[in-house]
């Protein structure tokens, strides 16, 4: 069911007394959306992330995970070992995975098969780089991503699928798509998921935008009719001001 959801993603920040800070920061936020609430650590704190929210709406997530079931990956992490630690989603295709680790759409295709098959929500990013908006390819590039990791499965996965479009020009550098320009993507990510699967698939489906959100931006986003959401990155690291995304629904 198509949700609102806002979810942050710390990246490579926040050691474990900082981990431990930032989210005893977060509890004492008021939340006055009702906006599913996610975060997604470093991997080596996602137990005690897990365990420090146990009793509050915050869903910890993973940033990553490999798509071998186990084996000899020296320095990877497994859904199993996700799983065992009470994580139940995962991020998967973020950009800065895409453009420094080498993550190609193969690759994601099966880090998608393996979580959905150990009953892993898949949070799905993806998105275009300048050149591409520069040269009017960006719905193409996002379409293809989509295609290519995405669309070998059945249209009952898609329940476990939670899209992030994010432009690789608007992360992290204070630069944010227009409310238009969001909502013409998601719509156009919509469209091309009813061709695909129809219309319940279509309209149930959560997707996120991505992109230097902030407080004072986060209203106008979420107020378009196909943006169910954000991912969001550096101001996810100061309490107030995530829950001020929050509560901009
Ligand atoms: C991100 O990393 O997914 C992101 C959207 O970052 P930022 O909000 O900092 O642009």
């Given at each position: 069911m198509r949700k609102n959801i806002v979810a942050g993603n710390w990246k490579m920040n926040n050691d474990l007394p900082e981990t431990e800070a930032l989210i005893s920061d977060l509890l004492k936020q008021k939340q006055t959306s009702n906006a599913e609430v996610i975060i997604a650590p470093t991997a080596v704190n996602l137990y005690q992330a897990f365990n420090a929210t146990r009793n509050s709406n915050i869903e910890v997530v993973a940033q990553n995970m490999h798509f071998a079931e186990n084996g000899a990956y020296t320095g990877e992490i497994s859904a199993a070992m996700l799983k065992s630690v009470g994580v139940n989603t995962v991020i998967i295709g973020h950009s800065e995975r895409r453009a420094y680790f080498n993550e190609t759409d193969d690759l994601l295709a099966k880090k998608v098969d393996t979580a959905l098959k150990n009953d892993l929500r898949v949070i799905f990013c993806f998105g275009e780089e300048l050149n591409d908006r520069k040269s009017g390819n960006h719905e193409t590039v996002v379409e293809n991503q989509i295609k290519n990791a995405l669309f070998h499965r059945e249209a009952s996965a898609f329940k476990n699928i939670i899209l992030a479009y994010e432009p690789v020009w608007a992360i992290g550098t204070g630069e944010t798509a227009s409310p238009e320009q969001a909502q013409d993507m998601h719509k156009y990510i919509r469209q091309t998921l009813n061709t695909k699967y129809g219309k319940e698939v279509s309209q149930d489906m959560t997707i996120l935008y991505g992109g230097s959100v902030k407080p004072a931006n986060a209203k106008e986003i979420f107020?378009?009719?196909?943006?169910?959401?954000g991912l969001i990155g550096g101001a996810a690291l100061k309490a107030e001001d995530f829950y001020a995304i929050i509560n901009a629904f």
């Open positions: 107020s378009k009719p196909d943006v169910d959401g």
